[in-house]
C-alpha cells in the first residue's frame, strides 16, 4: 500500500521532516517514490514552517495512496494557508 507519511532528517533534537509518498512496508527513513513537502516543526521568525505541494498529494490521493493521521492535519493546514 502506498502511504503518504513524514521522514525524519534534521540535527539531535532539531528535526526536520520530509513529507514523501513511500510504499509502507519501506523504513521510515528508506527509499520513497516522491517527496511532496516538508514540514519544521520548531521554525522560527521568517523561516518557513511547512511547504506541502497539495495538487500533488490530492493526485496521489486520488489514485488510492493513504495519508497518516499528522500528514493529514498538515494537509489541512496547508490547504487553509493556499486559500
Known sequence: MVKIRLSRGGAKSRPFYHVIVTDSRNARDGR???RVGYF???ATGKEVRLELDTVKVK???EKGAQL???VKSLYKEA???AA
Do not use: D
Open 40 to 42: 519544521n516543526p520548531i
Open 68 to 70: 497518516t493521521e499528522k
Open 32 to 34: 520513497n517514490i516522491e
Open 59 to 61: 493526485s496521489w490521493v
Open 79 to 81: 490547504s487553509k494557508q
